[in-house]
């Protein structure tokens, strides 16, 4: 990367390396230090700005660096030097197991929670994004546990309001027979896959 594009950057980013390069002989060069590039649209990028969010969540973040160009309508470029979470020292001792999204649901919240986890692959393959960019386990169960949802379901915790907009709509359920089995479609109509 040339100091013309990301010159304002340089004193942080040599700050940062100073410290990268102090953990790394602290954790005897152990470190796996990766780097990853995203560029997204200015205007618009609700999804990939969640996907970015989710990203840097799940890893270690050493350095960023960013640059805008005004081509194409502008766009935010971000150069992302990171470690994979599991590499930080502890890590896998301090992890606590994943809890099962489905405890604590009826029966018949389970065959709803199965049946949108499909719609959730279908939608993720459609759309090409990961399948928890769509609705995570957490949120698909909480969804599951709604007797109904139709466009008037306008919050789900935990859930951006532009996911439940772009994605809700294929969960919708008329009123469903207690041992539902059908998967819903848009506009409720059940549609086996």
Not at 23 to 35: A, S
Not at 129 to 158: C, R, S
Request: glycine share 6%; hydrophobic share 30%.
């Amino acid at each position: 990367m040339s100091d013309e594009v990301f010159g304002a950057q340089r004193p942080k980013a040599a700050a940062r390396k100073a410290r990268s390069e102090k953990q790394k002989k602290e954790n005897g060069n152990k470190m796996n230090v990766q780097l990853k590039t995203f560029s997204i649209p200015a205007c618009g990028s609700e999804m990939m700005e969640e996907y970015i969010n989710k990203f840097l969540r799940s890893k270690r973040v050493l350095d960023i660096e960013k640059h805008f160009s005004p081509e194409s309508g502008g766009y935010w470029t971000f150069c992302i030097e990171y470690m994979d979470a599991e590499s930080n020292t502890g890590a896998q001792q301090n992890s606590k197991p994943q809890k099962d999204p489905t405890e604590g649901l009826s029966d018949v919240q389970k065959q709803r929670y199965e049946r949108y986890r499909e719609i959730r692959k279908d939608l993720a393959k459609q759309f090409n994004v990961p399948h928890y960019l769509v609705f995570n386990n957490e949120e698909l169960a909480a969804i599951a546990q709604l007797d109904h949802v139709g466009p008037e379901t306008q919050k789900i915790d935990g859930v951006a309001p532009q996911r439940l907009k772009d994605y809700l709509q294929y969960f919708y359920t008329k009123d469903e027979p207690k041992d539902a089995t059908a998967t819903m479609q848009p506009n409720g109509e059940d549609m086996p896959f």
